[in-house]
């Protein structure tokens, strides 16, 4: 199992502090999530069914031909198998789930620095990207995955784009390209990050409709709980709540940045989370998390990635320990 954000309990474990008195900054979840109102019982009662889901889903996401996995995380591991053996290449660094699918499925898996999408997409079979990258923010402009996807498409190959983070921007999203005017064309999303419903594990596969026709036979029926698709389904169709989301989200990861800059600790951001290269980034994890905030660390070129707090007592909390460690 690889190492993921989000791992209170074993934090309070090696610290010694209570799971309840941590700070969590580690994981890029939006800290305002949608407001789901009580649950029908029936609902935990029926056996998930055609609910109307996936077209909700495709409304929001431009496009419908798509399908709804557990999280994006079920994809991410069901995709590798549908393809033949042959070469994946993906950035590095990015989500260290992919490359591992990709390894697991029996793929050769190559790595290449960000900016070099077209010489990746000129020699691989698949190439597959988060956009924005996770954790490096790194942005790729849709015109530029289009023509990436038309290369790959000329010698038979397939861009897997992960668009986990892309929910706050929406205009920058390929995903009604997916399948239609990009064939080869594969996008994921995730309700997770940006509605703040990671528990839920709700996430889109959108793509070529005989590609998602072998995925729902490879992942079975009933993939997605019945609960979640309920959540899922109100969160999507509340267009009013998610413009709401996309400005506050905008305003504090603004209010974040200005706060990292002030103690040295300028990056490259999203949304939702702050990626900041420092060669104290080990330091900076440690004294932290001895004071209950726990951050995302990367040891392969030392970086820290930020997410943003929630209310004023957690802004307040973070530049107070920012303030002694400095």
């Known amino acids: 199992m690889l190492e993921h954000g989000g791992r209170l309990v074993a934090a309070a474990a090696s610290y010694g502090i209570p799971v309840s008195e941590w700070l969590d900054l580690s994981t890029g979840i939006a800290p305002q999530g949608y407001p789901l109102p009580a649950m029908p019982e029936d609902v935990w009662r029926?056996?998930?069914?055609?609910?109307?889901?996936?077209?909700?889903?495709?409304?929001?996401?431009?496009?419908?031909?798509?399908?709804?996995?557990?999280?994006?995380?079920?994809?991410?591991?069901?995709l590798p198998l549908l393809f033949r053996s042959g070469r994946a290449?993906?950035?590095?660094?990015?989500?260290?789930e992919h490359p591992a699918?990709?390894?697991?499925?029996?793929?050769?898996?190559?790595?290449?620095?960000?900016?070099?999408?077209?010489?990746?997409?000129?020699?691989?079979?698949?190439?597959?990207v988060c956009n924005p990258n996770n954790p490096t923010a790194h942005r790729y402009a849709p015109a530029r995955l289009l023509d990436a996807a038309a290369t790959?498409?000329?010698?038979?190959?397939w861009l897997v784009v992960d668009e986990a983070f892309m929910d706050a921007t929406p205009e920058h999203s390929v995903a009604a390209a997916a399948g239609g005017a990009?064939?080869?064309?594969v996008v994921l999303r995730s309700l997770g990050k940006f509605f703040g419903l990671a528990?839920?594990?709700?996430?889109?596969?959108?793509?070529?409709?005989?590609?998602?026709?072998?995925?729902?036979?490879?992942?079975?029926?009933?993939?997605?709980a019945g609960p979640a698709r309920w959540a899922a389904k109100l969160a999507l169709a509340d267009s009013g709540w998610q413009a709401r989301q996309r400005q506050r989200l905008d305003q504090t990861s603004q209010w974040l940045g200005s706060m990292l800059q002030a103690h040295g600790l300028e990056g490259a951001s999203t949304a939702l989370y702050h990626y900041v290269v420092t060669q104290r980034a080990a330091d900076i994890h440690e004294?932290?998390?001895?004071?209950?905030?726990?951050?995302?660390?990367?040891?392969?070129?030392?970086a820290l990635r930020f997410g943003l707090p929630g209310d004023e007592t957690d802004w307040q909390r973070l530049a107070a320990a920012l303030k002694e460690i400095a």
Request: contains cysteine; glycine residues 10%; aromatic residues 6%.
């Open 46 to 78: 029926r056996l998930p069914e055609d609910d109307n889901l996936e077209a909700i889903a495709g409304a929001y996401c431009g496009n419908p031909a798509l399908l709804a996995v557990a999280g994006s995380q079920a994809a991410i591991q069901a």
């Open 89 to 96: 290449a993906l950035p590095a660094p990015t989500y260290g």
């Open 101 to 128: 699918a990709w390894e697991r499925a029996g793929h050769q898996v190559t790595r290449f620095a960000a900016d070099d999408l077209e010489t990746a997409c000129a020699a691989a079979d698949a190439v597959i």
């Open 152 to 157: 790959l498409a000329s010698r038979g190959g």
């Open 182 to 185: 990009a064939p080869n064309l």
């Open 199 to 224: 528990g839920a594990r709700v996430g889109f596969v959108i793509g070529e409709p005989s590609l998602l026709a072998r995925l729902r036979e490879t992942l079975g029926p009933w993939a997605v």
């Open 287 to 302: 004294a932290l998390a001895r004071r209950g905030i726990l951050l995302r660390r990367f040891d392969d070129s030392p």
